[in-house]
T-cell receptor, first 115, second 110 residues
Framework: GAGVSQSPRYKVAKRGQDVALRCDPI?????LFWYQQALGQGPEFLTY????????KSGLPSDRFFAERPEGSVSTLKIQRTQQEDSAVYLC?????????????FGDGTRLSIL | RKEVEQDPGPFNVPEGATVAFNCTYS??????FFWYRQDCRKEPKLLMS???SGNEDGRFTAQLNRASQYISLLIRDSKLSDSATYLC???????????FGAGTILRVKS
């Protein structure tokens, strides 16, 4: 399909393990975003890439969270030494726009559960 | 104060009813506004952008009041399939970053 693709769809990990979540944006979309969505809440911004450049990482909750987009296409969100409060749905979105005037298109998300 | 605030609801309405949601935002310099819809355990999907002059898409009408810093969404002739969470979304002044409200739950019943 032509939409944003995320994998895995579900991830269960033990506390303390590292996890890596993948996002494949819509082809040609310059901007890529990661969000964290807790139950009953709206998505919360984590970080933003324009091509390969990470322009804003102000939403990353701690230095255990790291994101990259080395070739300006696929992105990976890595969480080190996971904790129970990291349990959430992690959403990736992409957009044609560099300025935020165009909507973002979301993937299905990765549902992360930390035991 | 949250940057984007919405009444969480739920709004329980019968089929055919008209229902309206409001949303307020804190940053007066915000430039872009959207309504997204999110079904249970699904990703958010764009419902409509919100323009300064107001805009309509079928049964859905969006309005923006910059002076009062609020956005509204009106749904006419509600359908069962309209049941979802409606997210108010604002692009804040500082860069390409969307801020989401917590969402308003709509339940349309037959």
């Amino acid at each position: 399909g032509a939409g944003v693709s995320q994998s895995p769809r579900y991830k269960v990990a033990k506390r303390g393990q590292d996890v890596a979540l993948r996002c494949d944006p819509i082809s040609g979309h310059v901007s890529l975003f990661w969000y964290q969505q807790a139950l009953g809440q709206g998505p919360e911004f984590l970080t933003y890439f324009q091509n390969e450049a990470q322009l804003d990482k102000s939403g990353l909750p701690s230095d255990r969270f790291f994101a990259e987009r080395p070739e300006g296409s696929v992105s990976t969100l890595k969480i080190q030494r996971t904790q129970q409060e990291d349990s959430a749905v992690y959403l990736c979105a992409s957009s044609l726009s560099r300025t935020g005037d165009q909507p973002q298109h979301f993937g299905d998300g990765t549902r992360l559960s930390i035991l | 104060r949250k940057e984007v605030e919405q009444d969480p609801g739920p709004f329980n309405v019968p089929e055919g009813a008209t229902v309206a949601f409001n949303c307020t935002y804190s940053n007066s310099a915000s430039q872009s506004f959207f309504w997204y819809r999110q079904d249970c355990r699904k990703e958010p999907k764009l419902l409509m952008s919100v323009y300064s002059s107001g805009n309509e898409d079928g049964r859905f009408t969006a309005q923006l009041n910059r002076a009062s810093q609020y956005i509204s969404l009106l749904i006419r002739d509600s359908k069962l399939s309209d049941s979802a969470t409606y997210l108010c979304v604002v692009n804040m002044e500082y860069g390409n970053k969307l801020v989401f409200g917590a969402g308003t739950i709509l339940r349309v019943k037959s």
